[in-house]
């Protein structure tokens, strides 16, 4: 939350332990250790960034309604290809 009360943006704001592609990255190189681990970057495959996040994120960690359902979708994709 920034000092104007809005949410400010995910992929631009650090708080000390890196913006939220950083944390990404990381995720997606330890899934990257392991054999029959799917890494899924649900920001990036569900189509969210920077340009619309405020139709599906209630701030800049939380989905909305909108978002889960998007979300459930997705995952459910997911499960079905794999």
Do not use: C, P, W
């Not at 913006?19 to 495959?45: H, M, P």
């Amino acid at each position: 939350l920034k000092e104007d009360g809005t949410y400010g943006n995910g992929y631009e704001l650090d708080y000390g332990v890196g913006t939220i592609k950083d944390y990404r990255d990381a995720a997606e190189k330890v899934a990257g250790e392991f054999e029959n681990v799917i890494f899924f970057d649900a920001l990036s495959e569900m189509g969210i960034d920077e340009s619309n996040n405020e139709q599906y994120m209630r701030d800049i960690i939380h989905f909305n309604q909108r978002g889960r359902e998007l979300y459930a979708d997705a995952l459910m994709k997911l499960i079905e290809e794999n």
